[in-house]
C-alpha cells in the first residue's frame, strides 16, 4: 500500500493536539506562508525571462538598496494575509512600520514578523533566496496593536520557520514542538512532510561568515576564526568555509548537517548587521527547537530585550557545542 503523502494542513491537524492550542487560523495562517512560498518560487523559476530582477531604485528603513524581487516578496506576504482574517498586524524589513489590518475585518489573534527576501544579493544569479517569519499571539479582541506591541523578546514566539528557495523550496517551522521540514511537490502545489524533527549535531566541520569583514572584528572574534583554520585533527579542524550570502539557505545546512554561522558585531558595529525580530528571533527558535544554540556572542538570542522593531544583532547560530567555542574566544576565555 503505497504511503500517503502527508501534506502541511494533514501533518498539523494530525498534531493539533501538540501544537499548543493551535487553531483552525494557526493551521490556516501556516498554509498561507506556503501560499506566499509557492508565489515566490514560481517566479524564481523564470527569473531571467521576467522582469523581476535588478532595483527598483530606491532605498528602504535599513538604508538598503531595494530590489525588485524585496518588493514584490513583500507585497505576496501583504495581500495574502490583508484580508486573511488569521493576523491583527504585520511587520517587515521592509516596511517601516508596521501595518494594522482592516478593523472592518475579523480580528486574527497572530501579529506575523517577516522578513520577505532573504539573501537579496543573490537575486540576479541564481542563487538561493528564503524568507523568514515569526509568529506572536495577540490576545487583546477590544482593539488593535499598537506598534510597540509587536516588539517582543524572542521566547514570546508561538512559531517560527522559513521558507527556502533552494534547489527545491522547503517550508520549515517549529511551534516549540520540535523542527518540521516540507517540501513543495510542484506538480501537486502541495508541501509534503520530507524532514520529521529535524536535529542538528552537536558539533560540525563548516563554518559560514563573510570573512571580507575580518578586519573589522573585535580580536577575540579573530581569535575564533583563526582557531577555525588550525589543523588539528582530533577536533575535525580546519572546518570548511560555506556562505552563500543567504542566512537562510546557510542556516539550513547547518541545521541538516552541522556548522555554525556568524554575522558577529565589529568594532565600530557592535549589533552587526541581520536583525533581532524578523531574522535572529525565529532562526533562533528553529534552530533551538532542534537542539542548537543562537548567541549574540555573549547572551541567548530569543532572551535579548527587543527595544525596537528594526533593531539589529549579532548572530553567532548553529551547533551547540561549535557556538559555545565561539562564545569562549568573543569572550575573551579562549
Ligand atoms: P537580506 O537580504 O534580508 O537583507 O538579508 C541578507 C543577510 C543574510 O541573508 C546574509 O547572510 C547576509 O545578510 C549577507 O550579508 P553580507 O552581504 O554583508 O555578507
Ligand atoms: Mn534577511
Ligand atoms: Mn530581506
Known amino acids: 500500500m503505497r504511503e500517503f503523502p502527508l501534506t502541511l494542513s494533514r501533518f498539523i491537524v494530525q498534531n493539533q493536539a501538540s501544537h499548543q492550542g493551535a487553531t483552525e487560523e494557526f493551521s490556516s495562517l501556516l498554509t498561507q506562508i506556503g ?3 509557492k508565489l515566490i518560487a514560481q517566479d524564481l523559476r523564470r527569473a531571467g525571462l521576467i522582469d523581476i530582477m535588478g532595483t527598483t531604485g530606491g532605498s528602504n528603513v535599513q538604508g538598503e538598496t531595494v530590489k525588485k524581487l524585496d518588493v514584490i516578496a513583500n507585497d505576496a506576504f501583504v495581500k495574502v494575509f490583508q484580508h486573511s482574517g488569521y493576523v491583527c498586524a504585520l511587520a517587515s524589513e521592509e516596511m517601516e512600520k508596521p501595518i494594522s489590518l482592516p478593523g472592518n475585518w475579523p480580528q486574527g489573534k497572530y501579529m506575523l514578523l ?12 541564481n542563487m538561493p533566496l528564503g524568507a523568514i517569519f515569526s509568529v506572536l499571539k495577540y490576545d487583546r479582541a477590544d ?3 499598537t506598534d510597540e506591541e509587536l516588539v517582543r523578546r524572542g521566547t514570546e514566539q508561538v512559531a517560527a520557520g522559513y521558507l527556502l528557495y533552494g534547489s527545491s523550496t522547503m517550508l520549515v517551522y517549529t511551534v516549540g514542538q520540535g523542527v518540521h521540514g516540507f517540501t513543495l511537490e510542484p506538480g501537486l502545489g502541495e508541501y509534503l512532510l520530507s524532514h520529521t524533527l529535524i536535529t542538528i549535531p552537536e558539533k560540525g566541520k563548516v563554518y559560514a561568515a563573510n570573512e ?4 573589522k572584528w573585535p580580536a577575540g572574534t579573530k581569535k575564533y576564526f583563526d582557531f577555525l583554520k588550525v589543523s588539528d585533527k582530533a577536533t575535525g579542524r580546519p572546518y570548511s568555509a560555506r556562505y552563500s550570502g543567504c542566512l537562510v539557505a546557510d542556516v539550513h ?4 548537517g552541522g556548522g555554525i ?23 533562533a527558535f528553529v534552530v533551538e527547537q532542534a537542539g542548537g544554540k543562537a548567541s ?10 527587543a527595544k525596537k522593531l528594526h533593531q539589529r544583532v549579532p548572530l553567532i547560530i548553529g551547533s551547540r557545542q561549535d557556538v559555545e567555542t565561539a562564545e569562549a574566544f568573543i569572550q575573551g576565555r579562549a
Open 35 to 37: 501560499l506566499v512560498g
Open 114 to 125: 517577516f522578513d520577505p527576501l532573504d539573501g537579496s544579493s543573490n537575486t540576479d544569479n
Open 143 to 145: 482593539r488593535l496593536p
Open 212 to 215: 571580507g569583514n575580518y578586519h
Open 253 to 256: 545546512r547547518l541545521l541538516i
Open 261 to 283: 554561522y556568524l554575522y558577529p558585531g565589529e568594532t565600530d558595529k557592535p549589533d552587526g548587521k541581520l536583525r533581532l525580530l524578523y531574522e535572529a528571533n525565529p532562526l
Open 296 to 305: 549574540t556572542g555573549t547572551s541567548r538570542i530569543m532572551e535579548v530585550e
